[in-house]
């Protein structure tokens, strides 16, 4: 099979590495995935240029997010049938409750090879169908931003609708949650430095949006269109730069979700 490999953590992207692989075969309740679709996230790039805190297996096949076809299924395998359509999940052995501490060590694109090859093996625990409604390249952008920010709304935040959230900038994890928002009835706050971009926010249903190069104070903003009560939830992609400006947003028994 065609994949590609990263020579080393920090590499660069055009450090990619063309190669030729046997086709792999999958193990006791494993699958092996035709694949069909990858997305590209943040962590993909941080990986590459090598600012990424994980340590990084030399050689990786990177790319945490996909989606294809099962071609195969190992022994002992029942929860799938060839034909069907999947995407992996991000962590291969994590598929629910409190992490291990070892955790990481089944990271697709990092710790694991990930899926930017012909053919990957996926844990039978670690995948899940693709519902008829999405299409393969619509359900390869779901696995690592999607899922973070919605584990980060509606699993430990619990928000409802009527609720107030400020999401940071436009990439993967706050434009899906400025979706999420839209769709749940939720009210989304966005920052960006970009009129153009918050435009595209507007468009996409934010019910704020904010330069924060024009308006730095950003959390006084917020506190405002809530009415001085804060936002119940930030999600917090900044770090150093503007968790305090997060605090300053957040109403009382609000929450801030960090997302590293």
Known sequence: ??????????????????????????????????????????????????????PVCENIIPLSDDAGEVVEIGAGGTKFKVGDRVAGNFFQRWSGGEPAADVHKSALGGSIDGMLADYAVLEEEGTVKIPPHLSLEEAATLPCAAVTVWNAMMEHAKLKAGDTLLLQGTGGVSIFGLQFAHAMGIRAIITSSSDDKLKRAKALGAALFINYETTPDWEKAAMEFTGGFGVDLVV?????????????????????MLIA
């Open 1 to 54: 099979m065609r994949a590609h490999q990263l020579p080393k953590r920090g590499a660069g992207v055009d450090a990619l590495v063309k190669v030729e692989h046997p086709d792999p075969k999958p193990a006791d309740r494993q699958i092996l995935v035709k694949v069909k679709a990858c997305s590209l996230n943040f962590r993909d790039l941080s990986i590459a240029r090598g600012s990424y805190r994980i």
């Open 236 to 256: 917090e992609v900044g770090g150093a730069a503007t968790l305090m400006r997060s605090f300053g947003a957040i109403r009382v028994g609000g929450k801030v």
